[in-house]
């Protein structure tokens, strides 16, 4: 059994195939790995739907666009990404200040979605601000009523860390089913059947939710980072095993980690889907 589980973990006859999903799974592309780009071109026709990430904010205020994914079913997505900051609180203080702020944005996030599907806010980092959640929520509904308008879908992603509020009616809403351990933790899983269960339950609230789910891994090491399969595998990882999660946990020369393989990705999008929710995979890229 030990030798089955390090040939899997080592990647032979893995990712030959395009992960596993079915006519209900979203994806990621994302604007800083051109294989993400291929993947996806190669393997479009196993995906529902894709989120071209991210549309961020330079310093004075105006979009930075990612290149155009074509699909007919393709979101542009927005992040509250600075030229400085990820997740900016900041930024969001200057883009939600009051309703010609938020009415400009969303003119804005509007004219740079035509000719795509639909519209994708990810907007995190914020929800221990009541004040800034307040205005974030204000601006969900005016953004929606716009969507509508411009005849454009919203998918509104939110963070396992999200509050209880009175969420609109029409999106629909993607909860991040990751992270659980990661760069602000010690080693871990990004996500175990424990978690899904806990975000399930406290996605209830939601008027139609899916969840996201991460395939790579982090390596923890003199500094946590974030890894594609493939980068992993050029760690020479050993001592492989597959933990109750179903994640990979091994050993490289610069640290331990923890990651997705192909078999992960497909029992936890079989877990969800047997729940009666459907999968958004972050991200494709580095994962053949």
């Given at each position: ?7 899997i973990a ?5 990712f030959n195939?395009?992960i ?19 993947e996806y ?25 990612p ?28 883009l ?44 969900t509904?005016?953004?929606y009523?716009?969507c509508?308008k ?6 509104i ?11 609109i ?10 992270n ?12 175990n ?5 806990k ?5 209830k ?9 991460a ?9 946590p ?6 980068q992993?595998?050029?760690?020479e990882p ?9 994640v990979?946990?091994?050993?490289t020369k ?17 877990y ?17």
């Amino acid at each position: 059994m030990r030798k089955l589980l390090c040939l899997i973990a080592l990647g032979i006859g893995i990712f030959n195939n395009p992960i596993p999903v079915d006519a209900s799974t979203h994806a990621w592309v994302v604007d800083w790995d051109n294989s993400s780009y291929i993947e996806y071109k190669k393997n479009k026709s196993h995906y529902s739907g894709v989120s071209n990430f991210a549309v961020s904010f330079n310093e004075d205020l105006s979009m930075a666009i990612p290149r155009k994914i074509e699909s007919k079913h393709a979101y542009l997505s927005f992040v509250n990404d600075s030229t400085k900051i990820a997740k900016s609180q900041e930024l969001l203080e200057v883009l939600l200040k009051d309703d010609g702020s938020m009415d400009n944005l969303i003119f804005n996030m509007i004219e740079a979605s035509k000719g795509y599907y639909g519209i994708e806010l990810d907007f995190e980092g914020f929800w221990k601000n009541e004040v800034l959640t307040k205005q974030y929520m204000r601006f969900t509904y005016r953004l929606y009523r716009q969507c509508l308008k411009n005849n454009l879908k919203l998918r509104i992603v939110l963070e396992p860390s999200f509050t209880k509020q009175d969420f609109i009616k029409g999106p629909e809403y993607v909860v991040m089913a990751y992270n659980l351990y990661g760069k602000h933790s010690g080693p871990g899983p990004k996500a175990n059947y424990e978690f899904i269960d806990k975000l399930i339950e406290k996605s209830k609230i939601l008027p139609d939710v899916s969840f996201a789910i991460a395939n790579g891994g982090c390596l923890w090491g003199e500094k946590p980072m974030y890894l594609t399969y493939n980068q992993i595998q050029n760690l020479e990882p050993t001592n492989i095993v597959r933990d109750k999660s179903d994640v990979l946990v091994a050993d490289t020369k610069q640290g331990e980690v923890w990651y997705a393989d192909e078999v992960t990705i497909e029992n936890w999008t079989k877990y969800i889907n047997n729940k009666g929710y459907n999968v958004s995979i972050w991200r494709l890229g580095g994962n053949f």
